[in-house]
């Protein structure tokens, strides 16, 4: 109950056998196992993997978990695992539990690509591609710092998950970034629990723990949008400042109307590609490369038009 097929979202399918346990230079069969499943930032880089393994004469499944948990995605790794592809591209939602499960991936021969979060353990995988997520998150510290400006008052972090390794560097980088403005008092992390409600709830807690409150930064797509809708409900938005991270449709609408004053974008397509690429690479006995940084940028209602490029997509 806990698998969900992404195949609606990008024309993909379940995950089918390889040709019968062969060799990996003649098993052209990919998956792709996401954080989490119907989500643009996960649909926008199984596009790009999508595309990138058709034009390179591999298949590629996809499977999601439905919630962002180890407890969803084991199974699915378990399960792709009995079909045995080449490599397997994963994002695992916890950067200690999911290192078992992929560990019986590695040792059963299947190449292993990290896309997105990686595990604590870096022996498992070939190559983990990701945003530089430390800098993502002093970029939107100092994002946060400008349009604050000379205001004395504190600043909240919403968090999804402890153990999320691209949300756990965000905040790092954050916190680390915000001690340069003397002016902001940095109050802290909550967390979530990646659900778009608890951090609505989170908001209007805070509101009135903290009126001093002058800006919300929220460490991924879920967050920010719960984040948005409890500043809306406190009649706050646009008052406190709220930057986000991702730039899911939702999100961008809501940056457009200005429930966000500012969005730190992912290149979740080129993630993709690249973890095909590298994965075609490892099968291959090709050149790869340990750790790839993909781009990041700061996105305003002001400069948007120009960064439409970075918008995710909720189907292919
Ligand atoms: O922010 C992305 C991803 O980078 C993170 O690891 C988990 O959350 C998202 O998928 C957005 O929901």
Redesign the pocket.
Same mark, same amino acid.
């Given at each position: 109950a806990a698998v969900s097929l992404l195949a609606t979202a990008c024309g993909g399918g379940q995950v089918g056998q390889s040709s019968g346990g062969s060799s990996s230079s003649d098993n052209k069969s990919l998956a792709l196992i996401p954080?989490?499943t119907a989500?643009p930032?996960?649909i926008s880089m199984q596009c790009g993997a999508e595309a990138e393994a058709k034009a390179k004469g591999y298949t590629l499944k996809t499977q999601a978990p439905q919630k962002?948990d180890p407890a969803d995605q084991t199974p699915i790794v378990t399960g792709i695992l009995a079909n045995k592809p080449a490599a397997v591209l994963i994002?695992p939602t916890d950067d200690k539990a999911m290192a078992g499960p992929m560990k019986q991936l590695k040792t059963a021969g299947v190449k292993v690509i990290e896309v *997105? &979060?990686s595990l604590q353990d870096t022996s498992v995988a070939e190559s983990s591609i990701s945003s530089n997520n430390e800098q993502g998150g002093k970029l939107a510290a100092d994002t946060l710092a400008k349009l604050v400006g000379d205001k004395k008052g504190s600043v909240l972090v919403l968090n999804?998950t402890a153990g &999320?390794s691209? &949300?756990d560097a965000r905040e790092k980088g954050f916190k680390e970034e915000i001690t340069k403005y003397p002016n902001i008092t940095y109050i802290g992390q909550q967390y979530t629990d990646n659900d778009a409600a608890t951090s609505a709830q989170k908001v209007t807690a805070t509101l009135s723990s903290n009126p001093d409150l002058l800006g919300v930064f929220a460490t %991924?797509? %879920?967050t920010g949008e719960g984040a948005a809708t409890g500043l809306r409900t406190a009649g706050k938005t646009g008052t406190v400042n709220l930057v986000g991270? *991702?730039a899911s449709p939702k999100e961008v609408s809501d940056l457009k109307d200005g429930s966000f004053q500012a969005l730190i974008a992912?290149d979740p397509g080129t993630i993709g590609k690249d973890g095909v690429d590298q994965a075609i690479a490892a099968l291959t006995g090709g050149s790869v490369t340990r750790n790839i940084s993909t781009d990041l940028v700061s996105i305003t209602k002001d400069d948007m038009d120009q960064q439409s490029k970075y918008f995710y997509k909720s189907s292919c």
């Open positions: 954080g989490i989500e930032f996960y962002f994002a *997105d &979060t999804t &999320t691209t &949300t %991924n797509l %879920n991270f *991702d992912q």
